[in-house]
């Protein structure tokens, strides 16, 4: 761990996008006009209102943008609370990053790759699902399949349907779990979707969501013969110091901000059942 990556770096927000009814990705800049720092797909960062308290969160954006930060945040909590009510303009402090990454540059490459995600759990593979665009000929092909409650409940679908589906050798399955009138799609669970889609087992899959979504979309994986060591998830939600003080994020022997929040399932069967 590196000492500036502990010290909160002044940040002003220059964006505020709401993506759901209760999520919104704001764009922070530091007060020069510059990315506050470097990171790689899967890592987090401290994010905090002075005075107010603070969270940590994945970084969304993609490493390949040098402009900015983006972080897409659920309303769920106090601190959540006082973030949403924040406009253009306005300071936070950022600090980070924080936690072991996707093998992007490692298991990755060369490979196809199926990305699995369940609402608010989009935003820390949107990281990757970029990178992997930003650097294409690296990759094979690759499938997404993300669902929501509601049509309104899909974040970035702005940028799903203007860009990940118009990107070669992508296929972007959206599910919804009840049908809307606003909706003309496929409509039911993740893991009963994924089955349909059928996946080749011999991808990459990366996951994330809700921890029901993961526990029944393992499952489907398992019984359309993945291995588990060539399945990804993150448990970012666990991470809280981020630096391996407090003893919060600990699961058996591991823990989470420092020997994660990146794990192959493979590795979770070693650690107690408490994620």
Known sequence: MKKENLIPQVCVVTDVRKDTPDVKTFR??????EKPFDHMPGQCAM???PGAGECMFSITSSPTNKEYMEFSIKKCGCVTEIIHQLEAGSQITVRGPYGRSFPVEGDFRGKDLLFIAGGIGLAPLRS????????????GKVIIVYGARSSADLVDIQEIQDEWMQEPDFNVCLTIDRADENWT???????SFVKEVNPDPNMTAILCGPPIMIKFTLQTLLELGFAKERVYTTLELRM??????????????KYVCKDGPVFRMDELDELPDEY
Do not use: D, M
């Open 240 to 253: 809280k110091c981020g630096i391996g003080k407090c003893g919060r994020c600990n699961v058996g022997s």
């Open 185 to 191: 799609g496929h409509v039911g669970f993740v893991p």
């Open 47 to 49: 994010v905090s209102v």
């Open 28 to 33: 922070v800049v530091t007060p020069s006009g």
């Open 128 to 139: 990757v699902i970029n990178y992997v665009r930003a650097n294409r000929s690296n990759y």
